[in-house]
């Protein structure tokens, strides 16, 4: 049987960073593992975005750390620092939203929470009506996501670390409560350390040995159209948080969220009826775009957790395996931030960048589920929690 020293089951933005970390670090014998191409499942699909404007801790921190990779590699992916602007259709909202600024601004993120008048002023291309309030950061940013896989990717192979492509894992392989490596259609391949970042995809791989996950898909579309010649470039990407869409500008033109589902299967094709329903809701928020015309879209697969916070660190019992998944649409953001702290848990035991236990894989079953708001309540953020702060 052949024998690797660390096996990771996914080659998206989270197996491919902690690949290249690892392999910077000195750490021989990576290999990545996926069934398709690198790149080719839900992070090649995201919304192209990293953002602070969390309401916890964990999740600003892991912005935090990420942010410095984007900008080293900023001119290979389209970086853009353009801002976020979440809006506020409801009091109750707004309040949650004052409450996540404060926090925020107390770990150093530049957010500021607005009035109506003062957004319009600043983004007069805004209609305002019925916002009660919008929170605004000027360091939360835009990219290419389909480039910046590329990237990480090639970093990770020229760093030493080996991707097979067309291989894949359908189970983890235990002896004597310790993960020994995986089972795949080609034949098992032993690893010393595995890890287990096949997003939403995970439980699959880890049903048969036991280990029940909680992750579980939703499918998000995501439609491009033409620019409007009438809006400035580097318009900060909008998301209207009540609603539950965003829209963004990117090199070619504009995206604008569509639908979000339940599902497990990215590749049905996209409505266009959906795409126009999209446009129109764009249309009341920023009239320039009325008329744009839409030139594609795409589907991706979210892979969320009940409390919207990655599953990140080792699992009693499964001795040898590390799981890193669940990342509720924030994955290819915090990719970076995960690749560090997860090649800390293999070379010196234990993460040291920030503490991670709130994360642990385990916590569901321990009763210590966590609180994200800014996940959407139908699309990218989430339910109004009025408890304050306790992620995308």
């Known amino acids: 049987m052949e024998r690797v020293e660390v096996l990771i089951i996914g080659a998206g933005a989270i197996g491919c960073a902690i690949a290249e970390e690892l392999a910077?670090?000195?750490?021989?014998?990576?290999?990545?593992?996926?069934?398709?191409?690198?790149?080719?499942?839900?992070?090649s699909r995201a919304a192209g975005g990293l953002r602070a404007q969390f309401s916890t801790e964990?999740?600003?921190?892991?912005?935090?750390?990420?942010?410095?990779?984007?900008r080293e590699i900023a001119e290979q992916i389209d970086w853009r620092e353009d801002g976020y602007i979440f809006l506020a259709r409801s009091a109750e909202q707004a309040e949650a939203f004052q409450r996540n600024v404060d926090l925020q601004r107390s770990l150093g993120v530049e957010a500021?929470?607005?009035?109506?008048?003062?957004?319009?002023?600043?983004?007069?291309?805004?209609?305002?009506?019925?916002?009660?309030?919008?929170?605004?950061?000027?360091?939360?940013?835009v990219f290419d996501q389909v480039k910046f896989m590329d990237v990480l990717a090639g970093r990770a192979r020229a760093a030493g670390a080996e991707i097979r492509e067309g291989i894949e894992v359908t189970s983890l392989r235990v002896e004597d409560g310790r993960v020994t490596g995986v089972e795949t259609a080609n034949g098992p391949i032993e690893a010393g350390i595995t890890v287990l970042a096949a997003g939403v995809w995970s439980p699959q791989v880890a049903a048969p040995v036991g280990l029940e996950l909680p992750v579980s898909g939703l499918r998000r579309e995501i439609f491009t159209f033409t620019g409007a010649p009438s809006l400035p470039d580097g318009i900060p990407?909008?998301?209207?948080?009540d609603i539950g869409n965003y829209i963004r500008q990117d090199e070619n033109g504009l995206r604008i969220s569509?639908?979000?589902?339940?599902?497990?299967?990215?590749?049905?094709?996209?409505?266009?009826a959906d795409g126009e329903r999209a446009l129109?809701?764009?249309?009341?928020l920023v009239p320039a775009v009325a008329g744009v015309e839409q030139t594609g879209g795409w589907a991706g697969l979210t892979e969320m957790t009940p409390d919207h916070h990655a599953l990140l660190g080792p699992v009693d019992g499964y001795e040898g395996l590390i799981?890193?998944?669940?990342?509720s649409g924030h994955g290819v953001m915090h990719a970076p931030a995960t690749g560090m702290l997860v090649a800390e848990l293999i070379l010196e035991g234990a993460a040291s960048s920030m503490d991670i236990a709130p994360l642990s894989p385990t916590r569901f079953a321990e009763g210590r589920g966590l609180v994200e708001t800014m996940f959407a309540r139908r699309h990218e953020q989430g339910d109004i929690t009025t408890s304050g702060n306790d992620e995308s």
Not at 115 to 138: I, Q
Not at 258 to 272: E, H, I, K, Q, Y
């Open 58 to 70: 964990l999740n600003i921190r892991l912005t935090q750390l990420s942010q410095p990779y984007f």
């Open 237 to 241: 990407f909008v998301a209207d948080f």
């Open 258 to 272: 569509g639908t979000l589902t339940s599902g497990d299967d990215p590749d049905t094709p996209v409505n266009p």
């Open 323 to 327: 799981v890193a998944t669940g990342f």
């Open 280 to 284: 129109n809701w764009a249309a009341t």
């Open 24 to 43: 910077e670090r000195g750490q021989g014998g990576v290999v990545v593992v996926d069934r398709g191409r690198a790149g080719s499942g839900s992070s």
């Open 112 to 141: 500021e929470w607005l009035t109506p008048d003062e957004m319009e002023s600043r983004w007069p291309w805004l209609n305002a009506e019925g916002v009660v309030a919008a929170t605004w950061c000027p360091t939360d940013a």
